[in-house]
């Protein structure tokens, strides 16, 4: 296992049938560990995944399907584990590498023209090769909430103190002001030893 990459399923693109390729697809403990460490995740429970293949015209490739995950997370306000279900929906074209250039300008002319719905420009085809692990690695990571939080969690701002000598930083001042005349003092008495010298 990749540590980088820990879920690959290649399939190779000339092998499949003009009809399409149907593959469903569950990680196993050792990938979901792994994912998990890449992640930054507590754990993840369960990770299974649906992918449908249909070969397109110019060697192209539409894949559709969804990635459905448990994970546990830890929640930013209260500390507590938490549990959160992904389900993504997958819709991404594939192309032989150097028809990503011509297709991506396709998609940017789109993009400045004042249609409502730009498709979004196709993914490469790897030496012949679409990674449906990685795919669905992918999808699952980008589903994921960077600040989980509990439904009943709170964040509560600290309260300001209307009394100065009730803030944090009271006894620091106080402090402060305690020394400020022993320094003056010492710098008086440097002053009159340079004078007498």
């Not at 390729?21 to 979901?32: C, I, N, P, Q």
């Not at 990635?67 to 192309?95: K, N, R």
């Not at 669905?136 to 103190?161: G, K, M, S, W």
């Amino acid at each position: 296992m990749n540590a980088a990459d820990p879920w690959r399923i290649p399939v190779v693109v000339a092998q499949i049938p003009d009809t399409g390729l149907h593959r469903a697809v569950e990680a196993g403990d050792a990938v979901r560990a792994a994912m998990a460490d890449i992640a930054g995740l507590r754990e993840i429970t369960s990770v299974r995944a649906s992918f449908d293949m249909k070969l397109k015209s110019g060697g192209r490739v539409h894949v559709t399907g969804d990635v459905h995950a448990q994970i546990g997370q830890t929640c930013v306000v209260t500390l507590d584990p938490i549990e959160s279900d992904i389900d993504e929906v997958i819709d991404l074209m594939f192309a032989p590498p150097e028809q990503i250039r011509s297709l991506a300008a396709l998609v940017d002319e789109a993009a400045q023209s004042e249609d409502d719905e730009v498709p979004d420009p196709p993914e490469p085809i790897v030496n012949g090769v679409i990674d449906l692990g990685r795919l669905a690695t992918d999808a699952l990571f980008l589903a994921i909430d960077p600040y989980p939080r509990r439904p009943d969690a709170v964040f509560e701002p600290l309260a300001e103190t209307k009394d100065p000598a009730e803030h944090p930083f009271a006894a620091l001042k106080k402090l402060q002001s305690d020394r400020q005349p022993a320094a003056a003092k010492t710098v008086a008495k440097s002053a009159r030893d340079d004078e007498e010298r």
